[in-house]
C-alpha cells in the first residue's frame, strides 16, 4: 500500500506533493523538507559520477548497487533521504527530480537556422526535456536570417501555446552575437541546404562563410558554450567555427555523425531481422557525406559480433555501405527535400548523449581528429566516443583495424583533407 505522501507524489509535481509528505512527517515547507537532504543527494549524485567516470566504458548499473550498498556513508545518505517517506523506493528518485527543477538554473540553448525544417522539429522536444531531461529547464535563442524573422515569431507562438513547464525564456534575433550570448548549448543547423543535383563544393562555398562569422560571434559572447554543426558539409564548418573561435577549445566543437550511425544501425538490425536496440558499437568513420565509411566491425547483435550474425561480406561492401552514406540522397530524390525529422532527432540524440552520458554506449561523433588510427590532426572526423554526464567525452582508443577498413577509412580522410583546402582562407 502507498502511503499519501507517496500517491501524492504519484499524481502531482512541486507543491502539493511534497507538501503532503511534509505535512505527514515533518510540517516543513516544501524547500525546507528538500533542503533538509540536499548534502545527502549531492554525496550520492557526486560518488556516482565519480564511479561512473573511473568504470568509463565497462560501467554498468550493477557497479553503482554494489558501490551503494558496500559504502557505510552512502547508505546512511540513502537511508535518510528514504527517512522522509516509508514507500520512498520510487518517490526517492521523483523527489530528486523535483528538487532538481525547483533549483536547476536553466541552460541557455542557442540554435540556428531556427525557422528552418529541421529547427522546427527540433524545438519543441528541446523545450520538452527531450535533450537534457526532464528536471532541466531550458532557454531556448532562435537565430535566423533577418528574412525568417517572421516565420520565428510564429515558431515563438506555437512554443509558449505548448505551456511547456521547462521552458524558461524564448528569445529571437538576427544577429549571431546577440543569438549566442551567453550559450551553455549552441546547435548550428542553419545553412543552405543541398538542393536536387547540387554539388558539394557549391554547397560548401555558400555555407563556409556563415560558420566563419558564427565562430568569431561564439568566440566572443559564449566561450564555454558546447557546439554542436549540422549544417552541411559540417565536418569542415566545424573546423572553421573552431579554428575562428581561438579562445575555445577544439574539443568544444563536434559535427553530427549521429544520423548516419542510426540509419546504419537500422540497416544492420533489419538485415539480422532483430530490434534496432540489440545493434551496439556500430561506428561510422570520417565524413557525413557519401565517403563516410559504417563500419560494422566492432559491432555486436545481442552480444554476439555482427559479422559473425550476419555472415554476408558481399552485402556489407555492396549494400549496406553504399545504402547508409546515399540515404541522404534517396530521401532528397524521394520526398524532393533533405531529411528534417530524422536529422532532429539525431541532432536531439547526439546533444543529450554529450550533456547528459551515453551510459557506456558507443556514439559516433565529429570531433577533432588525432593521430589515433594514423588520422592525424587538422580535420574533424566521425570516430566512437563515449559520453559522461556534464559534457565530457572520450574517443574510443585502440580498436584493430582490417584492411579494407583502412581502405575505407583513408577515402573519407582525403575527401576531408580536400575540404580543408577547399576552405583555406576562412581558417585564420
Ligand atoms: N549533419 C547531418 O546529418 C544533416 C542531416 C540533414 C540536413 N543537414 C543540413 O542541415 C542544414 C539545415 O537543413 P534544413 O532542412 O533545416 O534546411 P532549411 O532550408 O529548411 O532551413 C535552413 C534555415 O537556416 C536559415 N539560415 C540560412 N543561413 C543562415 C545563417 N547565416 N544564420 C542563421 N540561419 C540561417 C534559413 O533561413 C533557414 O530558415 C542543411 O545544411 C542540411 O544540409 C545535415
Redesign the pocket.
Known sequence: MLSAASRSLRHGVSARSVAVLSQVRTKMTPAEALKTIESEQKKCDDALQALMKSKGDSFTFADAKDLFANDKELSAAVAKIRELDMDIEWSWSRMQSLHQSLTKPPLKVAL??A?????YAMLFRIASGEMFGPTQPVQLSL???PA?QDALKGVMMELNDCAFPLLKGLTASASPETAFEGADYAVL??????GPGMERADLMAA?AQ?FSVQGKALNKVAKGAKVTV???P?NTNSLIASANAPDMSPDQFTS?MR??QSRAEHQLAAKAGVDVSAVQRLVVWGN?SASQYPDISHATINGKWAKDVVKDEAWLKNEFVPTVAKR?AEIIEARG????AS?AN?AVAHVRDWATGSEGRWVTMGVPSSDAYGIGPGIWYGVPVVCYPGGDYKRVGGLSIDPYSAEMMEKTRLELLEERDAVKDLLP
Open positions: 540556428t537556422g525557422a528552418g525544417a529541421i529547427g537565430l535566423d536570417l525568417a543547423v542553419g545553412a543552405k541546404p543541398r555555407n556563415i549540422v549544417g552541411n559540417a553530427m544520423l548516419d557525413h541522404g527535400a533533405s531529411s528534417a536529422a539525431a
